[in-house]
């Protein structure tokens, strides 16, 4: 009889992961951490993990969560947070410098206010974004310069390029349906918020060519062009 795994994968929102914990066994969810990612490396490099504790939540059980953000960086996994966490649990986590996502975090505001300035920063990004790079942050992005056909962008808030925008891009990935894209020029392959997706490899008349806002009308993706 094989012995039970200490994670279950499920999908997420596209690009992120969701990784159910079911083990505190931190040596066990290594190996089996990368014997996953050995078997599927392009599928987990440089992904967004969520780390879902609900086979644990109500055990209470404390993971090590310093080791956990460890292994998951040594695979070249990005934790994005955790998620379905006990009080205990969630405590222990935002102090291993985990973040709280969804509806976890809102119940955390509920019994504790973070201050202002634990606040996702900003990340600003200076150079071009060339075909085949990746550009990821949890807060919003700012980028000074082009991004070209064949590269990516991804962030948690808004994405705002004040540059021609190639290539695809990709706001509110943790579900952030208020996220927002504006560009300069607008010559995206690809454009979504908060998991919804548009692909302009066809667009409509007048959906090219100059400055563009895309944001969330209900459950419709919306560009207005100027």
């Known amino acids: 009889m094989s012995e039970p795994r200490p994670f279950e994968l499920r999908a997420g929102m596209q690009l992120m992961q969701r990784l159910l914990l079911c083990d505190t066994d931190v040596e066990s969810f290594r190996r089996a951490l990368e014997e996953t990612v050995t ?39 990005i934790p994005a947070g955790i998620s379905n966490a006990g009080p205990t649990q969630a405590e222990a986590a935002q102090t291993a410098g985990w973040k709280l996502l969804g509806g976890q975090r809102e119940r955390a505001v509920e019994e504790a206010p973070k201050p202002e300035s634990d606040r996702t920063p900003v990340r600003v990004v200076s150079q071009p974004v060339r075909s085949g790079q990746q550009i990821h942050t949890l807060g919003d992005l700012i980028l000074l310069a082009p991004v070209s056909a064949g590269a990516e962008v991804l962030a948690g808030g808004s994405i705002y390029v004040h540059a021609p925008l190639r290539g695809r891009a990709l706001a509110g990935i943790l579900g952030d349906d208020t996220a927002t894209i504006s560009c300069a020029v607008l010559h995206a392959e ?20 100059g400055p563009a806002y895309i944001h969330l009308d209900g459950e419709q993706l919306r560009i207005e062009t100027v």
């Not at 609900?54 to 055990?59: H, I, R, S, V, W």
């Not at 993971?63 to 070249?76: I, K, Q, Y």
């Not at 690809?190 to 060519?209: C, D």
């Open 190 to 209: 690809l454009v979504s918020v908060a998991g919804h997706y548009r692909t302009l490899e066809e667009p409509e008349a007048g959906q090219r060519g």
């Open 39 to 77: 078997q599927a490396p392009g599928m987990f490099q440089g992904a967004l993990v969520a780390l879902d504790l609900a086979p644990l939540q109500e055990t209470e059980a404390l993971p090590d969560f310093v080791a956990l953000d460890a292994a998951l960086r040594e695979a070249g996994i």
